[in-house]
């Protein structure tokens, strides 16, 4: 898929995961308007899409000609703000646990990083319909003795057939989800590409599943 496909592809699917963000609260508007807490939920929860709506159709509007725009990112920093954002609703069932190691700054996107971290947090979740633990890891290591970030994010869910990771996991438009567009592990593949990094799996059913995700450090080409 070409840059500019793939651009096209993380546009709709995050504006599909906007749509159902805002679906969501809907459904559950009149069951729990008069619940504060709800409210206050309900407050930051379209605060933050109109933030992101916003940032999708600026980034659009602004550098339609520009894929990606590399700058230096701290991916701890942008971990933790994931972490940080997830609904209080989720942090009942789910416990989240950081083990960050100090990563030498890298080139990256943010908007694409974030949005591909984002995902790949989203998937880990919903394999823990019943609750679990998500441990996110970042570690400095060298591979072929070039400088990485490691990036590890491991959940305690239903895992996945071995036949499942190797030919549909990150087929586009194949999904497990009820009206999935089957792009978000896909996008992830792809931006991690663009980023000359990579992105590898482990998982088995009943015992999880680890997204490794590989990144350089000294690259500064745009």
């Known amino acids: 898929m070409s840059p500019a496909r793939?651009?096209?592809?993380?546009?709709?699917?995050?504006m599909k995961?906007?749509?159902?963000r805002l679906s969501a609260l809907l459904q559950n508007m009149d069951e729990n308007y008069d619940n504060p807490l709800f409210k206050k939920s309900m407050t930051d929860v379209l605060g933050d899409t109109i933030r992101k709506m916003d940032t999708i159709v600026k980034r659009f509007r602004e550098n339609q000609q520009?894929?990606?725009?590399?700058?230096?990112?701290d991916i701890n920093q942008i971990l933790s703000e994931l972490v940080a954002g997830i609904p209080q609703r989720t942090t009942r069932l789910v416990k989240i646990q950081s083990?960050?190691?100090v990563i030498p700054l890298l080139w990256g996107d943010p908007y694409y990083l974030h949005t591909?971290?984002?995902?790949?947090?989203?998937?880990?979740?919903?394999?823990?319909?019943?609750g679990g633990t998500l441990n996110i890891r970042t570690r400095f290591a060298k591979k072929r003795s070039k400088p990485m970030a490691s990036i590890e994010i491991t959940d305690t869910g239903v895992g996945m057939t071995k036949a499942f990771l190797e030919t549909k996991l990150f087929s586009p438009f194949v999904s497990t989800k009820q009206n999935g567009l089957g792009l978000g592990l896909f996008n992830c593949q792809q931006i991690f590409a663009m980023h000359h990094g990579r992105i590898e799996v482990e998982s088995s059913p009943g015992s999880g599943t680890t997204f490794r995700v590989l990144?350089?450090?000294?690259h500064a080409d745009s």
């Open 6 to 14: 793939t651009a096209d592809s993380v546009i709709v699917h995050d």
């Open 17 to 20: 995961n906007l749509a159902f």
């Open 66 to 73: 520009q894929i990606v725009v590399k700058l230096r990112v």
């Open 99 to 101: 083990e960050l190691d």
């Open 116 to 130: 591909a971290f984002l995902s790949i947090m989203e998937n880990a979740i919903e394999a823990m319909p019943e």
């Open 215 to 218: 990144l350089p450090c000294d």
